[in-house]
């Protein structure tokens, strides 16, 4: 995420907002900071342990390897809005908004391809097995990646409103279907198949609660990350104000999420001690 829609409300700013502002404005180069010094490497680390695996493990962590890849373009933006703060280069305008679209659209549709998947595999299995192959998450993610790339030219090119509304619908959308695969994986968890022996019963109870905590902490991930800006986002549309606090809370809830998917990723691998050790 960046700062540069700021801009249009600056002429209305006082000389405190102006002081304010220069403060958000180094509050947020820190957080931008943090992100390219821990997210780029941690999330190098999971793409290169997902490609480096069996082919099974390739398929199985598909969604987790697109999305790293989405939060590497992410941290790049860090950089690039680092290197625009310091040095104002009008030319990285361009990058800046076009790499703002992968975080708006290629972070919550891998997390929300996550959340489907394992909806399927508790709720669905026979269907989930049918479209197990690589080659379907292969089309799945193209057509992410589609969108993906259809949200940066729509930061690129489209007016302030109009981008905020794209930006707040997808995630009342994206947030509906995750919410659907929580509620319907939390009823599978209660139910119990005919016919089921105790250990295979528990079994596969442990799989619905791995499958359960997986899409809750993605759920409440994607809130987390994203309620702040929509507010912001539906406050800019109604009042034609920016608030510059609640941008800077936004972005921190926004970068810290950012690590959560690749933590998880590594904690069910058995990686986490590894990566964090020297």
């Known amino acids: 995420m960046n700062n540069s829609i700021v801009n249009f409300s600056s002429e209305a700013s006082t000389n405190s907002m102006t002081h304010s502002f220069r403060f958000v404005n180094r509050l947020d180069i820190f957080i931008y900071s943090i992100n390219l010094l ?14 480096t695996g069996t082919r099974s493990g390739v398929a199985s962590g598909f969604f987790s390897l697109n999305l790293s890849v989405s939060e590497m373009g992410n941290c790049l933006n860090s950089l690039v809005c680092i290197v625009d703060s310091c040095l104002w280069i009008p030319q990285l305008k361009t990058l800046t908004w076009f790499l703002l679209g992968i ?26 097995l049918k479209y197990k192959p690589l080659r379907y998450r292969v089309i799945c993610c193209t057509v992410a990646w589609m969108i993906t790339l259809g949200s940066c030219l729509c930061c690129m090119f489209t007016v302030l409103q109009i981008f905020l509304w794209f930006y707040s619908i997808q995630f009342v959308l994206l947030l509906f279907i995750q919410l659907i695969c929580l509620v319907t994986v939390l009823w599978a968890l209660k139910q119990s198949g005919p016919g089921e022996r105790g250990r295979e019963r528990k079994e596969e109870n442990h799989m619905k609660r791995r499958a359960f905590c997986l899409i809750l902490i993605t759920t409440v991930t994607m809130i987390f990350t994203y309620v702040p800006l929509t507010i912001l986002g539906f406050s800019v549309i109604h009042t034609q104000q920016f608030i510059n606090e609640l941008f800077s809370f936004g972005l921190i809830c926004y970068e810290l999420a950012g690590f959560v998917q690749p933590i998880l990723y590594l904690h069910r691998s058995g990686k986490l001690f590894c990566f964090c050790s020297p």
């Open 103 to 128: 975080g708006i659209a290629g972070r919550p549709l891998c997390q929300c391809l996550i959340c489907v998947e394992r909806y399927l595999a508790v709720v669905h299995p026979v269907t989930f």
């Open 38 to 51: 821990f997210g780029f490497p941690l999330h190098a680390y999971v793409i290169w342990l997902i490609i």
